[in-house]
């Protein structure tokens, strides 16, 4: 089993829409959890840590299932400038990375 | 500004042409590290470092060397580049919290 699971998508949804993806990991030590933003060709910004109680950031919301080993991510009220691709990050003795999940918001 | 530095942003080189890719932090930070990445493949760690004087390999470490001289400073060197390290190539520093703060990438070509 891979140490992060994540779905590429692409998730091609309208402004407005909600879209909402999960993020697997194998090492149960994660012990803190991240989601990332990263725009075509640029590096990653950080866009919100994930806490066991979840936690919003506006339009964006955050969970994570330690039970299950997943965190996930929502996004409320798409906008066009929410197209990017989103990265899960998690740490223990290290930091391990999922490939992505693609979110392309049309007008 | 904080902000992690790295160069050249953009090279073309050839087989076996020793090259270095400079990363500086100004953050303080003591934990620095380097990735590439690779279509469908995600961001994976070539090196990372704890702090000065202290390397150690990451998942894909063959083919790159890297060292740690001052604390701000992370430099990555190929010393005979192959055309399967093609990539894009980021530098990182972390805070102790575990935010990484990335580079704007060097995307590496060799032919």
């Known amino acids: 089993r891979k140490e992060v699971e994540q779905d590429p998508g692409p998730f091609n949804v309208p402004e407005g829409a909600t879209v909402a993806f999960n993020c697997t990991y194998s090492n149960s030590a994660s012990q803190s959890f991240f989601w990332y933003r990263q725009d075509c060709r640029k590096e990653p910004k950080l866009l919100m840590s994930v806490y066991s109680s979840g936690n919003e950031d506006g339009r964006f919301t955050a969970q994570l299932n330690r039970a299950s080993q997943y965190i996930s991510l929502l996004i409320r009220d798409s906008k066009l400038s929410d197209s990017a691709t989103y990265l899960c990050?998690?740490?223990?003795?290290?930091?391990?990375f999922g490939a992505g999940t693609t979110v392309t918001v049309r007008a | 500004e904080a902000q992690v530095t790295q160069n050249p942003r953009y090279l073309i080189t050839v087989t076996g042409k020793k090259l270095t890719v400079t990363c500086s932090q100004n953050?303080?930070?003591?934990?620095m590290s380097w990735y590439r990445q690779d279509p469908g493949l995600g961001l994976r760690q070539i090196y990372y470092?704890?702090?000065?004087?202290?390397?150690d390999k990451g998942d894909v470490p063959e083919g790159y060397k890297v060292s740690r001289k001052e604390k701000r400073n992370f430099p990555l060197i190929l010393e005979s580049p192959s055309p399967n390290q093609t990539s894009l190539y980021f530098c990182?520093?972390?805070?102790?919290?575990?935010?990484?703060?990335f580079g704007e990438g060097s995307r590496l070509t060799v032919l």
């Open positions: 470092s704890m702090n000065v004087e202290v390397t």
């Open positions: 990050v998690f740490n223990d003795y290290k930091l391990s």
């Open positions: 990182a520093s972390r805070t102790g919290t575990g935010e990484l703060f």
């Open positions: 953050m303080n930070h003591e934990y």
